[in-house]
């Protein structure tokens, strides 16, 4: 792999604030953005796209949900485990982040946030034609139509961090490696 991690100091000028506000955050600088940071435009990009994403109405179990699908879905190891961390943190029931570890289409224990994966994956596979009756089904959840393209948000910004993890083989931080897995 030619993607190195790069450091602020080591990094395009433009990419520097970005990754010293990550560091503070997190209180270290993840590989995934230490790679990324080889184009200031796709790191300011994703930043800004997920701190969006992360302000929707969407409650934070349902936007994991929308995350964890694409993670499984585009086979990213870091995102899978980043966002286990995340769900973990939330106080998600185990049964359901060992389902959506698997990447399978079997019916996460809660129906609510199963309607969300299902929708995610009719999104997918419709490239956003879904069709009157998926739609329905979503919103019989309790969903809105703002969280149906809040859905879309999703998928847009974890497309993004999903392929430029695979592109760039950004590895699993130490910090997440008991998610891993």
């Known amino acids: 792999m030619p993607f190195t991690d790069l450091t602020p100091a080591t ?19 993840p590989a995934a953005v230490a ?3 080889a184009s200031p435009h796709a790191l300011d990009g994703f930043l800004k796209i997920s701190a969006i994403f992360e302000a929707c109405t969407l409650d934070p179990l349902s936007r994991e949900i929308v995350v964890m699908t694409m993670a499984t879905r585009n086979d990213c190891h870091v995102c899978v485990a980043m966002h286990t961390a995340k769900l973990t943190g939330l106080g998600a029931d ?3 982040i060992a389902t959506l570890r698997d990447g399978t289409e ?6 609510r ?4 994966r299902r929708f995610t994956l009719v999104v997918l596979a419709s490239a956003g034609a879904v069709g009157d009756a998926a739609l329905r089904d979503f919103l ?9 393209l809040e859905v879309v948000l999703g998928i847009g910004a974890y497309t993004l961090s999903t392929l430029a993890n ?9 910090q997440l490696a008991s998610f891993a897995g």
């Open 11 to 29: 990094a395009p000028p433009a990419s520097r604030r970005a990754m010293e506000a990550v560091t503070e955050r997190l209180d270290y600088l």
């Open 35 to 37: 790679r990324l940071a």
């Open 94 to 96: 185990p049964a359901l």
């Open 106 to 111: 079997a019916p996460l224990p809660d129906q």
């Open 113 to 116: 946030l199963d309607a969300v």
């Open 140 to 148: 019989a959840y309790g969903y809105t139509e703002q969280n149906a």
């Open 166 to 174: 695979r592109l760039t083989g950004a590895p699993v931080d130490e």
